[in-house]
Each structure stands twice: as C-alpha cells, then as structure tokens.
C-alpha cells in the first residue's frame, strides 16, 4: 500500500509547483533539479520528494481511481449532524456558530472543553469532523516512525525514557541499524513521510546531519526530525542536510507547570527554538501534554492558541500517562473523553491548514481512539517503524499501543478503519 498517490506537474514557477490528482490541483514546494511539466511526483507535506516514471505512476493512478472517489463518498456520508435532540440550546449554538466560521469568544471555548455527557461530546465530535473534511476532505496523512535511542539527558517528571528511570535498558541504534530500520520502512512497506525520533542528547549534531544526509541520499523521504532542543545552528545543519520537519512539543504553555514537569529547563528557550524552526522552513508538529498536575481548561486552551501561533503544520496532544518509574508515577493518567474535547476543540479553533495527529499514547490509554480520534476532527496517524528488538525499551509511558505489533500488522489495521472511514491513507499536500 502506497502513502503517497503520485500526482502530475501542471505548472512551475520557480520553486512552487502545481501538482494535479484525479483532476484536483495542489501546490507544493519543488527541490528537486531537472522538474518539467508533465512528470510525475510524490508529494509530502506539500513537499515534492521524488519524481517517478510515468509507467509507475499510471500503475498507481489506474489502481487507486475508482476507490479514490468512493473513499471520498464514504467519507462525505460520516459528517452528518443531529442537532434537533440537543437539549443544550447556548452549546448548539457555540458548534453552529463554529460549523458557519464564526469567531467564537475563549469563554464559549472553555465551555466545550468542561462539557460532559456522552451525547453532548458526540455533537462536538461530530462538529469537529465536519470541518476536517471541509478543509482537509478525506486525505489522512500515514507516517512511520523510527525510535533510534532511549537515551535522554533531561530529567521531565513525567517521562519513561528520562534519568528518573534507572531500571530501563538503554540503547542507541547505530548507522547500520538505522538504515536497515529506513530501507525497511521506506522500500518494503512504501512509506513517504519517517519521523525520526530519540532522547535529546543520544547523538551528536554531527551524528544526526550523517543520519539525515545518508537517509537522503538513498530514500527519498519527507524527513520529520525529533531529537529534543537542537539550538539554532543544529536545526540549521540538519535542514540542511535534508530534514523538512520537525517534531517538538512545548508540553504545556503555562510557565508554572513547565517549572514542575520540566525541572531545570526554560520554556521560552524552547518555544522560541519552536519558532526558530519555522522560521529556517521546518514544517512544525507541535502540541502538549493533556492532564499533568495542576492543568486547568484555561491552560489546555492556551496550548491548542500557542500551537497554532506557532504555525503548526500538524498539532500533537497527548494524554499524561503515569509511569512507575517517574515522580508523577501516583497521579493518575488521562480518560478518553478528556482528549476527544481537546482534539475537537483543536479543530475547530485551529488555523484551517493544520492537520490533528491521533497519538500513540491516546490509543494506549483507549482501544478504539484511533477511530474515534479521526470521527473527531483529526487526520493523521503514526505507525511504529522502530525494529522489534528495541521498540519495548522505548517506554516513555507503560504497555504502549502496537509495540508488540509488526509493521504489516499496524498497516493492515489502519488501512482496514480508514476504507471503513471513507479516509484516504496518502498526503496529497496540504500546501
């Protein structure tokens, strides 16, 4: 199964280009050298990654044609909304007032995210989903993710993988590990967009820019970074080398708690190393803990403004999720409810561009999220790519989801749920 559909280049100028899909048009950014009109590309990201042959593409193309305009019917026959029994008369029209783009007031946001009753989450839900599909129609972006270490020099309470935890076995993948992990992912299982992910401090700048570089050279890919605070001249070298994305979570944007979670630590340091990133070209995924001690509403909808203030390209929420091995290990983790709000609120309030990632950790702590996730409002999923060998070592809360699961065994399910959602499991650029 591909995670790209190829598209053709209608028109270029300079480094913009206009890639054309069954008739449907989207622009992307072109790095690449010797592009025409006519030839055929992936796209990730609004990133153009590779350039295939024709013959490739029409195989594609011609397989995917028929299901890709009845993955768009399923999907526009799921955004239905039943207001006629909300007994809620000021909350219906908060979500009316979202689904017309209106400008709604923090103090009607706040109301969402206090709201309880399973009725009146499913209505947001619900409310949510409609405008994904509105601005992002059935497109849902598949990544693969590689763990490359569980070594980490910060000390953040809530983590498995930081120095609270003296029981865990360490690892760091080397060169040869790493690329046996990409050729896997990248040629066997056909994906198009890798985060690349460890504990802050496991490699040296120069380490990782080797990484980025050799990945590149050898698998076209859209490289998403995530290897904690790299300062200016790192992130530098490494888009350099070729990494176009980056994954960095603030975690809260309320400096009080960051001083407790994130002992030692500035948060404007790393918010504006956030900002940084954007500024050099990154796309940026960022986003924060949901439910770590002393978190308010107030503060759960600071960080869904500041994610977006911070041009994410994709927005992470992740529920707190207790580890034994950590000093938050009695508090305890986050219900679903709680994060379907914030994943729905995420939506309808963030700019209409930015995608809301299901996270790992939310489908640890609820069986069906994923699904669920995406009925609400959000339109990406991480798949785990890490090597067998070394994915249980990766234990930032305890009994992840999939990491017992094979590569093939997450693909077949996620492509299962998302023909059932009318979802397509490609990036057509967002751009």
Request: net charge negative; charged share 25%.
């Amino acid at each position: 199964m591909c995670y790209a559909l190829p598209g053709r280049i209608k028109s270029i100028k300079d480094t913009h280009v206009v890639i054309e899909y069954y008739g449907e048009e989207k622009k992307a950014i072109n790095e690449l050298r010797n592009l025409e009109i006519g030839d055929f590309v992936y796209a990730q990201g609004g990133f153009v990654i590779e350039k295939i042959t024709p013959v490739e593409a029409n195989n594609i193309l011609e397989t995917w044609r028929d299901l890709f305009f009845e993955l768009k019917k399923i999907d526009a026959s799921t955004v239905s909304i039943n207001f006629s029994e909300f007994p809620d008369s000021h909350k219906k029209s908060i979500l009316q007032s979202a689904l017309e783009g209106t400008a709604i007031p923090d103090s009607e946001i706040l109301e969402l995210l206090n709201m309880s009753g399973e009725h009146n989450v499913e209505l947001l839900c619900q409310t949510a989903n409609h405008l994904r599909q509105r601005y992002h129609d059935n497109s849902c972006c598949v990544h693969g993710i590689i763990e490359l270490s569980n070594i980490c020099k910060n000390n953040c309470a809530y983590c498995g993988i930081s120095t609270h935890n003296t029981s865990i076995t360490r690892y760091r993948m080397d060169m040869d590990e790493i690329m046996a992990a990409v050729k896997q992912a990248s040629v066997d299982y056909g994906f198009k967009s890798l985060v690349m992910q460890s504990g802050e401090g496991a490699y040296s700048i120069e380490e990782l820019v080797d990484i980025v570089k050799t990945i590149k050279e050898h698998y076209p890919s859209l490289i998403c970074i995530s290897f904690g605070e790299l300062g200016t001249e790192g992130l530098k070298a490494l888009y350099d080398a070729g990494a176009r994305a980056i994954l960095m979570r603030f975690e809260t944007s309320n400096p009080d708690l960051y001083k407790k979670v994130c002992q030692g630590r500035s948060l404007e340091k790393r918010i504006n190393e956030i900002r940084e990133a954007y500024r050099l070209g990154y796309l940026v995924t960022t986003g924060s803990l949901i439910g770590i001690p002393g978190q308010r509403a107030e503060d759960i909808l600071n960080d869904i403004k500041l994610a977006s203030e911070l041009h994410a390209e994709m927005m992470s929420f992740g529920p707190f999720i207790s580890h034994p091995e950590t000093p938050l290990r009695q508090i305890p983790s986050v219900d679903e409810e709680t994060m379907l709000k914030v994943i729905s609120v995420a939506r309808i309030i963030a700019h209409h561009d930015a995608k809301v990632l299901v996270t790992t950790a939310f489908e640890t702590i609820s069986a069906n999220a994923r699904i669920k996730g995406l009925k609400a409002g959000a339109s990406s999923v991480m798949l785990n790519a890490t090597p067998m060998s070394y994915r249980k070592f990766y234990s930032l809360y305890p009994n992840r989801a999939h990491d017992n699961e094979t590569i093939q065994q997450q693909i077949d399910d996620t492509i299962k749920f998302l023909m059932t959602l009318g979802r397509a499991p490609t990036d057509l650029s967002v751009k």
